[in-house]
T-cell receptor, first 113, second 114 residues
């Protein structure tokens, strides 16, 4: 059974710091991995999607890597800003067919001004 | 802008009183999903529609039902809400197989049970 774990559960950093959020999954048989952002009381916004054949994706100050064989992904945020404060969730799509997406519980990030 | 809209944003109902949450989309996506998210937990997929084909997750309680009358609208019905059903309910869409494209989420409906 696929399980997704995100560590740490919460993180507080000063503005300007580069930071890494971690995601691990137990079954490497996936189609893709996504990183989402969730602001308090809001839905999820897709940040980056990495197909299983890819190693990384970049968008602005965000870079996500995928090591499928070890069941790990990282989200790197460069030069963090207070506006980056949110919960970041990763999710995997198992390649067992169907449309199931399995989420981690997220890392709550607070960037201090 | 094309988007996924959930109504209402906040819903309060009484224990055991049926409630319906709605979701509409202007993206013309053929897949629509309903997730349940409790505080500080991962979103949990309840079911999804691929066009008119309904797909229920094995562990979704029978108390939860869904309807999709057309491409644009999808409803979540909770027949007899219990205190444990208090949560944020998220609707999402995707154009094709979720494996290929990211899902687009609405802002959710926060359900409270009195």
């Amino acid at each position: 059974k696929q399980e997704v774990t995100q560590i740490p559960a919460a993180l507080s950093v000063p503005e300007g710091e580069n930071l890494v959020l971690n995601c691990s999954f137990t079954d490497s048989a996936i189609y893709n991995l996504q990183w989402f952002r969730q602001d308090p009381g809001k839905g999820l916004t897709s940040l980056l999607l990495i197909q299983s054949s890819q190693r990384e994706q970049t968008s602005g100050r965000l870079n996500a890597s995928l090591d499928k064989s070890s069941g790990r992904s990282t989200l790197y945020i460069a030069a963090s800003q207070p506006g980056d404060s949110a919960t970041y969730l990763c999710a995997v799509a198992p390649n067992t067919g169907g449309f199931k997406t399995i989420f981690g519980a997220g890392t709550r990030l607070f960037v201090k001004a | 802008d094309a988007m996924v809209i959930q109504n209402p944003r906040y819903q309060v109902t009484q224990f055991g009183k049926p409630v319906t949450l709605s979701c509409s989309q202007t993206l013309n996506h053929n897949v629509m999903y309903w997730y349940q998210q409790k505080s500080s937990q991962a979103p949990k997929l309840l079911f999804h529609y691929y066009d008119k084909d309904f797909n229920n997750e094995a562990d979704t309680p029978d108390n939860f039902q869904s309807r999709r009358p057309n491409t644009s609208f999808c409803f979540l019905d909770i027949r007899s809400p219990g205190l444990g059903d208090a949560a944020m309910y998220l609707c999402a869409t995707s154009r094709a197989a979720a494996v290929l494209e990211p899902q687009h989420f609405g802002d959710g409906t926060r359900l409270s049970i009195l």
